[in-house]
């Protein structure tokens, strides 16, 4: 008998707010979504204009990407990410979607039955999947502890022998909590001590609110001025408004992406042309995800103090589209009250069991929307 895949998964998080949501979008003034971090502000003009103008594509792409999106990528990861100067287009990748290289990276790194993924022990759900995916097993971490502490922040210290790639993700997805250099630096050296390939999800990086820097995995005072066994994982969703083309990257340690490269050259796993063309201008615009960031910062401040005002505490929430809020409860029970006032929220719990009493609370939706939030937040 097939034991299908699908059989196999948890029940997918989002149906567990439905009835929430039903209730929320029969509020007289209509419902403010905050419990998915989708965009909702327009893709930058000029990037649409370069899909729009490389609309006619016939033949197959590349799957390392054109000659001018491998030097946008390493162009963009020397400017944003700290990377060294030197760093080559060996060293980068474009790939179809963030989440669907998280989803496959252990499959492509040749992980299976027997190998542990390392993940933040509050994280972005799809980590698991992908460990789930090829029958490895999953490992939450407390990333901060194993930089302070090493294995003695692991549940079982012998599991740090067969663990084969460690995500790390800063700004974190739904935290908002960031890790410093050093913090970055001592996980990596945990690490490689073992082997371990280290893959950074940094797809938050322009958005800091309460720190000065967002170190990335690629940057030399963390990797020590070598790439080995590093991977950083960037999207373009978040900051340029680009979540429907599927525009994201990896970078990292040459070999590592030369092993992706060759894999995915199998699998059909090419960004279409136009989208290639489309992902080059939005890596040469810096304007736009700078601008895209002060709509963001104005709606993270109307939305801060009303939340406050609600009797919730916001906790990390340095950086990135969320508000990690908690009003001393169970999720679910603040999910359903917030609904009760036309407002969605995602529970913690979605997240991990450390998110038992949060909830995330999204900046993705219109000036107009956050504005009726914030009012509805501080008549509570
Ligand atoms: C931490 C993190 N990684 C990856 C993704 C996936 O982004 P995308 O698939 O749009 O590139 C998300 C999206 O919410 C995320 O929060």
Redesign the pocket.
């Known amino acids: 008998m097939r034991d299908s895949l699908a059989g196999r998964l948890p029940a997918f998080p989002w149906d567990a707010i439905a009835a929430a949501g039903d209730r929320a979008r029969t509020h007289e003034d209509g419902i403010v979504d905050l419990s998915v ?1 989708t965009p909702v502000d327009p893709t930058p003009a000029s990037v649409q204009r370069a899909l729009a103008d490389a609309a006619d594509s016939p033949g197959y792409p590349t799957t390392i990407g054109t000659p001018a999106l491998r030097e946008a990528l390493v162009d963009f990861v020397i400017r944003h990410r700290g990377a060294s100067p030197e760093l080559g287009v060996e060293a980068v990748l474009p790939t179809v ?4 290289l ?1 989803a496959h990276l252990p499959f492509q790194l040749g992980l299976g039955a027997g190998d542990v993924i390392a993940f933040p022990h509050i994280a ?1 759900p ?1 980590y698991d999947m992908g460990a789930r995916f090829v029958g490895a097993e999953s490992l939450p971490v407390d990333m901060a502890r194993l930089a302070a502490e090493g294995d003695a922040a692991l549940p079982d210290p012998s599991a740090a022998d067969r663990i084969g790639l460690l995500w790390l ?1 800063s700004p ?2 739904p935290t908002g909590e960031v890790m410093d250099a050093a913090q970055l630096a001592a996980v990596l050296a945990w690490a490689r001590r073992r082997g371990i390939v280290v893959a950074s ?1 940094e ?2 990086a322009l958005l800091p609110w309460t720190v000065d820097e967002v170190p990335s995995i690629l940057d030399p005072r963390v990797n020590g001025g070598s790439l080995e066994n590093v991977l950083c ?1 960037y ?4 900051q340029s408004n680009l ?1 429907g083309y ?3 990257f990896v970078a990292g340690d040459p070999a590592l992406v030369g092993e992706l490269v060759a894999v995915r050259k199998q699998a059909g796993m090419m960004l279409p042309g136009p989208v290639q063309v489309a992902m080059t201008a939005a890596l040469g615009d810096d304007e736009a995800p700078a601008a895209q960031r002060e709509i963001y910062r104005a709606r993270r401040a109307l939305l801060e103090p009303a939340l406050r005002a609600a009797g919730g505490e916001i906790t990390g929430s340095q950086a990135g589209l969320y508000l990690w809020t908690t009003f001393g409860e169970p999720a679910m029970d603040s999910v359903e009250g917030l609904a009760d006032h036309g407002v969605l929220v995602a529970p913690g719990m979605f997240y991990g069991e450390g998110g038992a009493q949060h909830v995330r609370v999204a900046l993705t939706a219109t000036d107009e929307r956050i504005a009726a939030a914030a009012q509805r937040l501080q008549r509570l």
């Open positions: 971090g979607g963030s989440k669907e998280v972005y799809t993700n974190s997805n999800d797809c938050y994982v999207s373009l969703s978040k979540a599927r525009a994201a």
